[in-house]
T-cell receptor, first 113, second 113 residues
Framework: AQSVTQLDSQVPVFEEAPVELRCNYS??????LFWYVQYPNQGLQLLLK??????LVKGINGFEAEFNKSQTSFHLRKPSVHISDTAEYFC???????????FGAGTRLFVKA | EPEVTQTPSHQVTQMGQEVILRCVPI?????FYWYRQILGQKVEFLVS????????KSEIFDDQFSVERPDGSNFTLKIRSTKLEDSAMYFC???????????FGQGTRLTVV
């Protein structure tokens, strides 16, 4: 079985500051890793995913994440955030060969002017 | 960008009634999913569907739930006899490839009273 832990439920940050949203996972099998964003009253949108290859993955809206197998982490980063980045961010994993995606509890990013 | 559309956006139903949540996936997509998010909780996988059959389902997806692709364009989730604890936001998603980018709909908020 898999589980995903997002270490921060809320992250307040000032505009143009860097941000890191933390995600740790546990799994007895290899997994694919994802970050999704949910803007208010909208569905989930894929930010980026790691399937294989380079451990540094770049996504949309200037976000990137680094897969660290030894630490079982997949932290999301952005060097300079905008007000429009205010949203809920979800880390998720899917076992290789499977269809079931397990989501973390989410981190609410609140960007202040 | 192409969209997954879900109808209705909000449905209120009496406990014990049957509900059908409707989704129109992106036309060339082959993999279809339902997720739910109970208010304040994690997004939970319900079921995945490929080649006209369920490919994987979670423990939540018991005999009260069923999915169907009745006409090659719609993808429906039926709950036979709703319970109060079925109240949640239900998200439909589709992807062109296995582990490909999943597009999510805006969700249907189901309220069971």
């Amino acid at each position: 079985a898999q589980s995903v832990t997002q270490l921060d439920s809320q992250v307040p940050v000032f505009e143009e500051a860097p941000v890191e949203l933390r995600c740790n996972y546990s799994s007895s099998v290899s997994v694919y890793l994802f970050w999704y964003v949910q803007y208010p009253n909208q569905g989930l949108q894929l930010l980026l995913k790691y399937l294989s290859g380079s451990t540094l993955v770049k996504g949309i809206n200037g976000f990137e994440a680094e897969f660290n197998k030894s630490q079982t982490s997949f932290h999301l980063r952005k060097p300079s955030v905008h007000i429009s980045d205010t949203a809920e961010y979800f880390c998720a994993v899917t076992p290789v060969g499977g269809f079931k995606t397990i989501f973390g509890a989410g981190t609410r990013l609140f960007v202040k002017a | 960008e192409p969209e997954v559309t879900q109808t209705p956006s909000h449905q209120v139903t009496q406990m014990g009634q049957e509900v059908i949540l409707r989704c129109v996936p992106i036309s060339n997509h082959l993999y279809f999913y339902w997720y739910r998010q109970i208010l304040g909780q994690k997004v939970e996988f319900l079921v995945s569907f490929y080649n006209n059959e369920i490919s994987e389902k979670s423990e939540i997806f018991d005999d009260q739930f069923s999915v169907e692709r009745p006409d090659g364009s719609n993808f429906t989730l039926k709950i036979r006899s709703t319970k109060l604890e079925d109240s949640a936001m239900y998200f439909c998603a589709s992807s062109e490839e296995w582990q490909g980018k999943a597009f999510f709909g805006q969700g249907t908020r189901l309220t069971v009273v």
